[in-house]
Antibody, heavy 119, light 107 residues
């Protein structure tokens, strides 16, 4: 069965960095676009970034552009999100999600990892 | 960016009721719309995509319709496990955008 397991969240000070990972299993990872979506405490869902199946094409929300970098390792079936220059507004649960097909709906989600930016 | 507005933001209903949630996009999205259900503390779950196509394993009491800028999610007969927050999402253009959510509560 399809599984997505995020890790790497935690408490970080403003201006700090964090790298999230998402380990995928149960499907051919290299066939799918993958995305990061976040949810601030008590708030709605916000798309953050996606990467094409090969990793050559990426896009970012304006709120994170220039600070976050998405990447993937298809040999390891893993997705990553490098987050730099973090601010309080980045506090959220971060989900990795599988695109059902390129840039469409998300048919599988991880359980999420909480990132808290606070001094 | 395409703005997506859901209504209502909250809704109280009883077991067995029929409920409808509406999603309106700021421009036409040609049916490129998905609906998700989120239980407290859990990840969202895909219910429907392409406005009206039921995701595998989702009960048939969930249905979707609409075109252009207006879309609806209907639950034909509420079950206890349906009380949750629902989100729509447009994927017609990047960035994908979500509605603000509709919290469905037990009356």
């Amino acid at each position: 069965q399809v599984q997505l397991v995020e890790s790497g969240g935690g408490l970080v000070k403003p201006g700090g960095s964090l790298r999230l990972s998402c380990a995928a299993s149960g499907f051919t990872f290299s066939d799918h676009y993958m995305s990061w979506i976040r949810q601030a405490p008590g708030k709605g869902l916000e798309w953050v970034s996606f990467t094409s199946s090969s990793g050559t094409y990426t896009k970012y929300a304006d709120s994170v552009k220039g600070r976050f970098t998405i990447s993937r390792d298809n040999d390891k079936s893993s997705l990553y999100l490098q987050m730099d220059s973090l601010g309080a507004d980045d506090t959220a649960v971060y989900y990795c999600a599988r695109d059902k097909s390129a840039v469409t709906a998300y048919d599988y989600w991880g359980q999420g990892t909480l990132v808290t930016v606070s001094s | 960016d395409i703005q997506v507005t859901q209504s209502p933001s909250s809704l109280s209903a009883s077991i067995g009721d029929r409920v409808t949630i509406t999603c309106r996009a700021s421009q036409g999205i040609a049916g490129s719309l998905a609906w998700y259900q989120q239980q407290p503390g859990k990840a969202p779950k895909l219910l429907l995509f392409a406005a009206s196509r039921l995701e595998s394993g989702v009960p048939s009491r969930f249905s979707g319709s609409g075109s252009g800028t207006g879309y609806t999610l209907t639950i034909s007969s509420l079950q206890p496990e349906d009380f949750a927050t629902y989100y729509c999402q447009q994927y017609y253009s990047n960035p994908n955008t979500f509605g603000q959510g509709t919290k469905l509560e037990i009356k």
